[in-house]
Structures are given as structure tokens and as C-alpha cells.
């Protein structure tokens, strides 16, 4: 399962996947489900966790463009100037469901 394209329509990243099937993501329900470890945190092998605990909400957060990363990921450039997720293709699958 591979984008057969990628477009910005208005505030949305819109996927045709090469099944011929269409995703929509707004641009604020992909910067909230950023699987960075600014976003969500990290743990050491210490068990202490490290970031995640910025805003949880993003109102007005556009996608300013974005960058392929390999033939498995996309990784968004935000408006608010988060950059560092990388949404795998089997990921934004999985974020889809969450849309419904």
C-alpha cells in the first residue's frame, strides 16, 4: 500500500493510494497525532518520560508542504513550525479508522 499521489487541498492532505482509494487528513488532526517524540515523549531506559507534555489541541495548524521519506513515510512541515513526525503509510492507515 504506497500514495499513487499527494496533494494539499485547502487545509487537507488528501492521499489517492495506488488501490485507487482516497484518504482526507486535516491539517490539525495530523499535528495532534504526531508520533514525534516532541509530541507524544519518550522514555529513557530508566523508564523517565522526556516531552509530550506541550498542546494537545492545534486550531489553525496548516500543512506548509512536506517531504517523502523513502518509499514508506511522509513527514509533514506545520504551520507551527513541528516538522519531526514521520507518519509511515501503515500509520496514517491506522489514523484514518480514528477520522470516522
Known amino acids: 500500500m504506497k500514495p499513487k499521489d499527494i496533494q494539499l487541498i485547502g487545509s487537507e492532505l488528501a492521499i489517492v493510494w495506488d ?12 499535528r495532534k497525532h504526531s508520533p514525534s517524540a516532541q509530541n507524544i515523549g519518550e522514555k529513557d531506559i530508566f523508564g523517565n518520560q522526556y516531552g509530550g507534555d506541550g498542546p494537545k489541541e492545534f486550531a489553525g495548524v496548516t500543512i506548509k ?3 517523502l521519506q523513502g518509499n514508506y513515510a511522509i513527514r509533514p512541515i506545520f504551520s507551527d513550525g513541528h516538522g519531526s513526525g514521520l507518519f509511515s503509510w501503515e500509520f496514517l492507515k491506522e489514523l484514518e479508522s480514528r477520522l470516522s
Open 19 to 30: 488501490d485507487g482509494k482516497e484518504s482526507y487528513f486535516p491539517s490539525d488532526f495530523l
Open 65 to 67: 508542504g512536506w517531504e
